[in-house]
């Protein structure tokens, strides 16, 4: 199974950008799907989740700017992300916790795509 990222690059502080990520090989089901970010230094942290139900969490640090969303027939998430501000500067990666078959369960993780606000 594999993660393509996408949708990364500059943009100033207060506009938006659409990450995407697309999961695909010997996939059963997705169950959950999210973002992460990391900058220099830190530590990997959440940014949000979506399960297959479509139930979400988002950190404190993004709710109400960050949406997430997926689509279930191309095994795709997507982060929109407005309100943009220097401190979201990181790099994003996408992750899925994925059924390979009925019993089997594995996480992946994209490659990463830099977000820079500018500001």
């Known amino acids: 199974v594999q993660l393509q990222a996408s949708g990364g690059g500059l943009v100033q502080a207060g506009g938006s950008l659409r990450l995407s990520c697309a999961a695909s090989g010997s996939i059963f089901s997705i169950p959950v799907m999210g973002w992460y970010r990391q900058t220099p230094g830190k530590q990997r942290e959440l940014v949000a989740v979506?399960?297959?139900?479509?139930?979400?969490n988002y950190a404190d640090s993004v709710k109400g700017r960050f949406t997430i969303s997926r689509d279930n027939a191309k095994n795709t998430v997507y982060l929109q992300m407005n309100s943009l501000k220097p401190e979201d500067t990181a790099v994003y990666y996408c992750n899925a916790e994925v059924l390979i078959d009925a019993f089997r369960r594995y996480t992946y993780w994209g490659q990463g795509t830099l977000v820079t606000v500018s500001s």
């Open positions: 979506i399960v297959s139900s479509s139930r979400t």
